[in-house]
């Protein structure tokens, strides 16, 4: 072996502790992303849509169909620029979206007759029958909160309210956000 050569050495690496998706290490520290309100409702939002993927394959749903879905169940027929603006998608999203929920026969999409411009979207047969089915993907959810997460109600009312658009008025947690054109805020006067 010539003498100018030294032998190869491996640099190892230090073993590290397993790291969640929200920076959690398995002693639980946090490291400061994990701390972004942001970053922490992404990551809980696709963690939701995870949890119900399997049941909602068992159904022939896809999440995104699945909350047009909610929405027709609790309000019924509804336009699609109101689905649009209750769901925050954009038409070029939606309007796919609605076209291969009609293909599998889950929604009719009728112009409305005082206003061909508008078309709306209800649930048809087929799409109703999948209610009492898609209550367990709910339940499923409810039943994984963590115990010392904030009460349900609590949960979704600040979600509701963080989701108002900025300058609306809150009615509060049990009432949904609006359709239509949001209430304006009265300025504040200072004295």
């Not at 030294?6 to 397993?18: D, L």
């Not at 963690?47 to 929405?71: D, H, K, N, S």
């Not at 609790?74 to 109101?82: A, I, L």
């Amino acid at each position: 072996m010539d003498q100018d050569r030294q032998p190869a050495t491996v640099a190892m690496a230090a073993p590290q502790r397993p790291v969640t998706a929200l920076g959690r290490t398995a002693d639980r520290t946090v490291d400061q992303t994990g701390d972004h309100l942001s970053l922490v409702l992404h990551v809980a939002a696709r963690a939701l849509a995870g949890r119900c993927r399997p049941r909602l394959e068992r159904l022939g749903l896809t999440f995104p169909q699945y909350l047009v879905m909610l929405v027709l169940w609790d309000r019924g027929p509804t336009t699609v620029g109101e689905l649009g603006a209750f769901l925050r998608l954009d038409s070029g999203t939606l309007s796919p979206l609605l076209k291969r929920m009609e293909t599998s026969g889950l929604v009719d999409r009728r112009r409305r007759p005082d206003d061909e411009r508008r078309v709306e979207v209800s649930a048809t047969e087929a799409g109703e029958a999948l209610r009492g089915p898609a209550q367990e993907v709910e339940a499923h959810l409810r039943a994984a909160l963590p115990a010392s997460s904030l009460a349900y109600g609590a949960l979704v009312g600040a979600l509701r309210e963080l989701a108002e658009p900025e300058g609306t008025l809150t009615a509060g947690p049990d009432v949904r956000p609006p359709v239509t054109t949001p209430v304006t805020a009265p300025a504040l006067t200072t004295s």
